[in-house]
């Protein structure tokens, strides 16, 4: 087989040409074949339509909202679908739940819903609503944020609501022992339970600032939070900031335009395929949306919360008696959480575990952690007092299972 | 914060390993509850510790 030459394709396929630079000026021109016509490609437009994202992996975690190990449905503030976190503070109530309603043709199975289900027509000065996803700074290192090199970030998304208006996206660069900044950035819901896209830009120069290109504009570069972005569906007049313009302090939900998503029961909020881009972005040149398998989703899930086990017989985890009346049993984690340990999230009541010994089971109401535990493996201790443990020989081995249907068993290092 | 929970230490051979919250139970009558490692960067570990400075008490180990 004839072997092809760097040097046999400079010299015979376009002689006598200059070889391009390792890096091609935004000038600079290719030729190419449009069915034998030859025909010319800008660089540009090249540079406009490639992909070269600094990051392999989503920023944003669960954007798709395909993974909910928690459940499908949840009236009460804290975390539901993996990754979001609701705050709502208001004289109404919502449910947020995962659902089917998508944007059609982009490749979505399912979004994060917030149905209002008791009204609040007028949010008072310290009430609020939004979701919320918060970032570990060892991740956004190459944000540059400190520096004069800060990056642009762009935030895009599908979102759908009955109630048209003014939103606004909270950007938290948190203080991590420098100093907090935030500002809110407002986007208009045009069309009535209509599918929109969003593109919002946001610079670390935001309001012609030098905040985050500061020395204290740093990102910890750690495992704690550094980041957050808060969907605002309700703000009180508190919370209310400057458009798009960096300022210290805290709690800078939204601008004075913010609709109140909570003034009918007949509203609802739809989200789907939320993306951080690092980088200045239109909706002409956004890369598309990184569509990861469910598994790679859960798996990045995993290392903020761990649903274990849930209902039926679902094994937990296996110990011994370390005395006649005290188990210790580990469990072994799919991923290296957080936090070590992280907190154990369960449900609890009478015979919601069982733990299997010497031929028999005995009913567990609660389970407990133990402080030798790590990032990847938990240890739960369980004795007569606490727990509901019966009695056995010592060295005596054992099997931790879930008992009732509705027993959850899941670890928790959220920020 | 925490109202309607119980809040209280787990310990292992005198000393405390862990707080147990009980939330009362929900509208389908299930009780959810927390294990929380007193660990700083814990978020829950960082409420109880806010919901003690405003002057409650975290019960003793059984």
Same mark, same amino acid.
């Given at each position: 087989m004839a072997q092809i030459k760097t040097k046999g394709i400079a010299n015979e396929v376009i002689s006598g040409q200059t070889a391009l630079a390792e890096a091609p000026a935004d000038t600079d021109e290719f030729l190419v074949s449009d069915g034998g016509t030859i025909k010319r490609l800008d660089y540009t437009h090249i540079k406009s339509t490639a992909v070269t994202r600094p990051n392999v992996n989503p920023f944003l975690i669960n954007g798709s909202m395909e993974v909910s190990q928690r459940g499908t449905?949840?009236?009460?503030n804290g975390y539901g679908l993996d990754r979001w976190t609701m705050d709502e503070s208001s004289d109404g109530a919502v449910t947020v739940t995962q659902d089917t309603d998508v944007p059609s043709g982009y490749g979505f199975g399912k979004s994060l819903k917030v149905d209002v289900t008791t009204l609040d027509s007028s949010i008072a000065a310290d009430q609020s609503c939004g979701f919320t996803q918060f970032f570990e700074g060892q991740n956004l290192? +190459? +944000?540059?944020?400190?520096? #004069?090199?800060a990056e642009n970030l762009t935030l895009s998304f599908w979102v759908k609501s009955v109630k048209t208006g003014t939103y606004c996206i909270r950007f938290v660069k948190e203080a991590g022992g420098l100093t907090r900044y935030e500002t809110p950035i407002e986007y208009t819901i045009s069309s009535a339970s209509t599918w929109e896209k969003k593109v919002i830009n946001l610079s670390p120069?935001? /309001? #012609?600032?030098s905040l985050i290109t500061g020395a204290a504009g740093a990102i910890v570069n750690s495992n704690a939070s550094a980041f957050r972005i808060m969907f605002t569906l309700a703000s009180g007049s508190n919370f209310h900031a400057t458009n798009n313009t960096w300022v210290a /302090?805290?709690?800078?939900?939204?601008? #004075?335009?913010?609709?109140?998503? +909570?003034? #009918?029961?007949?509203n609802n909020f739809w989200l789907t395929g939320v993306q951080l881009e690092v980088g200045e972005y239109t909706s002409a040149t956004l890369p598309s949306f990184q569509h990861e398998s469910y598994g790679d989703n859960l798996a990045r899930c995993q290392r903020y919360f761990t649903m274990y086990a849930e209902g039926g017989q679902a094994p937990v985890g296996n110990g011994l008696f370390w005395e006649a009346g005290e188990v210790f049993i580990n469990c072994h984690l799919p991923t290296t959480m957080r936090l070590e340990p992280p907190t154990i999230y369960q449900t609890t009541g009478t015979d919601y575990f069982f733990l299997y010994r010497n031929g028999g089971a005995d009913g567990i109401t609660q389970l407990t952690l133990n402080a030798s535990s790590s990032h990847n493996c938990v240890s739960i201790y369980l004795n007569a007092g606490t727990n509901g443990l019966a009695s056995d020989t010592k060295n005596r081995p054992c099997i931790l299972r879930a008992g009732s249907a509705s027993a959850k068993f899941g670890l928790d290092a959220e920020l | 914060m925490f109202e309607g929970c119980t809040i209280k230490y787990n310990s292992f051979e005198g000393v405390n390993q862990s707080i147990q919250i009980t939330y009362p139970a929900n509208d389908e009558g299930i009780v959810y509850a927390k294990s929380v490692p007193l660990l700083e960067g814990n978020r829950d570990y960082a409420d109880i510790q806010e919901w003690v400075a405003d002057g409650n008490t975290i019960e003793e180990a059984d």
């Open positions: 449905s949840f009236t009460s290192q +190459l +944000l540059k944020y400190g520096t #004069s090199n120069t935001a /309001g #012609s600032t /302090g805290s709690d800078k939900y939204a601008t #004075s335009n913010q609709v109140n998503f +909570l003034d #009918s029961t007949s | -």
